[in-house]
């Protein structure tokens, strides 16, 4: 639990200085930490294949990140700079993230349209009956050595 508040005291910094803006120390800590766990997870996929494939370095990793994923980009990137640098095979390695926009279905006229700007009410029809198509992902797009 150490090592967790010490990046995110150093986040919170980090983020501070570089964006001219000013989040509590706490309210930072709940933002990082849902992208720490996540990169904790994308860590151990991306060491598992490259072990697998026998390759000794990572030069970067592809995301996919849903529009509303909830996963804040520059977190976990900010993240990952720090998890990536305590794993020889990852030293170094780039983060790389594309941002998937989120798309919504409407059920009743069967159009689909941009769920941020207009939310869970189909701006053709105003129906309720709507699902979410993509936007809500985080995935692994690719591994490059």
Same mark, same amino acid.
């Given at each position: 639990m150490a090592f967790c508040?010490?990046?995110? /005291? #150093?986040?919170?910094k980090s983020f501070s200085v570089r964006?001219?803006?000013?989040?509590? !120390?706490l309210n930072y800590q709940l933002l990082t930490v849902h992208e720490l766990g996540i990169v904790f997870y994308i860590v151990k996929d991306v060491k598992q294949v490259a072990e697998?494939? =026998?390759v000794e370095h990572v030069s970067s990793v592809v995301m996919d990140i849903?529009? #509303?994923?909830?996963?804040? !980009? =520059?977190l976990l990137t900010d993240c990952w700079r720090w998890a990536a640098d305590k794993e020889d095979i990852l030293r170094g390695c780039e983060m790389k993230v594309n941002t998937i926009p989120a798309v919504t279905l409407c059920g009743d006229c069967n159009k689909e349209y941009?769920?941020?700007?207009?939310?869970?009410?189909c !701006?053709?029809?105003?129906?309720k /009956?709507?699902?979410?198509l993509r936007g809500n992902e985080v995935e692994i797009n690719s591994i490059i050595v």
């Open positions: 508040l010490i990046c995110l /005291n #150093v986040l919170v964006n001219n803006y000013q989040l509590s !120390p697998e494939n =026998h849903g529009e #509303v994923s909830t996963v804040v !980009p =520059h941009e769920t941020v700007r207009f939310g869970k009410i !701006p053709y029809c105003n129906s /009956n709507t699902w979410l």
